[in-house]
């Protein structure tokens, strides 16, 4: 596997292109020593795709390269990196797209307005993510979702877990944390807080998910919520809402051992 190795500390004004197969890391980075690399987003940054590293992707909504969608194994990844915006508080600074089977570990961010998102038209297989924080999205944006999962055409098996949100709600909704298209057999695990969106999803379990501020919409989407305990702190909204699905297709949704507090 061949691979870059971040320094410490890096400052970037634009986009970084990565071709598949090549991996970020960053300094020293090994399982579970979160923050290698602190990426410093510079005053007056301009992203041509609006994300710092675009893996497998050329212009953020394109695969460079086949990204055969059914690789044994990812094809792209990023690890041990975290994204600070401040104090420049750049709109729109964002950590990596990809196209392709894809892994990420130990990222996190602050004043980011979206950590990862697959490519809008590729399809990919086997996405893992795992260990996340975001210790807060761009104030008062909260437009976008921090790992946003499918795109327009989807794929099978995404797993995120063991991730981290703020409790509040920002700009009068809970912070957006997940969102999985079209996507079967997916995996949301250990999620603190954060809102998700499941849409044209089948089987999907989420489970070990406490927020203070809940909020889970499903479009034409199936699925199991399990051990899991949410806090309402708003009457705008439902903590689980089916509405946009009405009249639309079949939905299985699975309820065991969830609590809800108001």
Known sequence: RRHIELPRRVGVSGSIYIPRDVFVYGAGW???KALNTQVKVLSGASFSTGFVFNLNTTNGTSAAESPNAWAVGPINGIFGVFLDNTPNNVAGARLC???GSFAAQDISGFRSTQLVKQVPGVYSDKVRIDRVIVLSSLAGDNSEFQIDLGGTVGGDSHHVSNLIF???ENNGEPEKAVKLAYSNAGKITSLINGQ????????????SWHTEAAKLTADRAS?????SNMDMK??????IDLTTAYGSATQTVVLENVEFRY
């Open 166 to 168: 703020g409790p509040g």
């Open 196 to 207: 998700i969106s499941l849409v044209g999803c089948s089987v999907v379990e989420i489970s």
């Open 223 to 227: 699925f199991t919520l399990r051990d």
């Open 234 to 239: 708003s009457g705008g909204y439902y903590p």
């Open 97 to 99: 797209t990809f196209a």
């Open 30 to 32: 090994e399982p579970t």
